[in-house]
T-cell receptor, first 114, second 113 residues
Framework: EAGVAQSPRYKIIEKRQSVAFWCNPI?????LYWYQQILGQGPKLLIQ????????DSQLPKDRFSAERLKGVDSTLKIQPAKLEDSAVYLC????????????FGQGTRLTVV | AQTVTQSQPEMSVQEAETVTLSCTYD???????LFWYKQPPSRQMILVIR??????QNATENRFSVNFQKAAKSFSLKISDSQLGDAAMYFC??????????FGKGTRLHILP
């Protein structure tokens, strides 16, 4: 079974530029998560989708971050414009619906804003 | 709002010994799920063990076991016979009935040869 795919693996941009990350979840997984993990900290949930609808985006900085999951499969997370404090690893995860199902994670995208 | 607290930023254990990582959480819900995830330097998060809140029996997976104290809202991870490959960041995570998953700040585990 293919895992969660993310691209790119690494990205370096200058502040005020824009950047987009892509995630392809495991086939059949209705729930998709985007997390931000700053170095040395735990993952912070940015947005949770169920199919193509948003379940929770309470911690997404909506003035600069946006995410979509068209057709309930792939998802993109965009930052525009980027700030220095956005430097982090962005993790995508997916899971089946249901209470006892684990989330499967991709390898993440390491973003450096200079 | 639910929170997850891991009070040990770093731990060290001698190879072949036993170590316990602590986790507490705060919630007003009665049904939820708890997980321990491992994140090696390659940074891919891997599930170690899970626990359903309605089950009193503590979960075990080979050398990994948990001590789940629902009333105390405590969920510690015990690693027996520690191996060099166990060195990683360990995250405690809480999942509610809306499938929202939140993480603690993590504990970095060092294995001393």
């Amino acid at each position: 079974e293919a895992g969660v795919a993310q691209s790119p693996r690494y990205k370096i941009i200058e502040k005020r530029q824009s950047v987009a990350f892509w995630c392809n979840p495991i086939s059949g997984h209705a729930t998709l998560y985007w997390y931000q993990q700053i170095l040395g900290q735990g993952p912070k949930l940015l947005i949770q989708f169920q199919n193509n609808g948003v379940v929770d985006d309470s911690q997404l900085p909506k003035d600069r971050f946006s995410a979509e999951r068209l057709k309930g499969v792939d998802s993109t997370l965009k930052i525009q414009p980027a700030k220095l404090e956005d430097s982090a690893v962005y993790l995508c995860a997916s899971s089946l619906l249901g209470e006892n199902t684990e989330a499967f994670f991709g390898q993440g995208t390491r973003l450096t804003v200079v | 709002a639910q929170t997850v607290t891991q009070s040990q930023p770093e731990m060290s254990v001698q190879e072949a010994e036993t170590v316990t990582l602590s986790c507490t959480y705060d919630t007003s819900e009665s049904d939820y799920y708890l997980f321990w995830y491992k994140q090696p330097p390659s940074r891919q998060m891997i599930l170690v063990i899970r626990q359903e809140a309605y089950k009193q029996q503590n979960a075990t997976e080979n050398r990994f076991s948990v001590n789940f104290q629902k009333a105390a809202k405590s969920f510690s991870l015990k690693i027996s016979d520690s191996q060099l490959g166990d060195a990683a960041m360990y995250f405690c995570a809480y999942r509610n009935r809306d499938d929202k998953i939140i993480f603690g700040k993590g504990t970095r585990l060092h294995i001393l040869p």
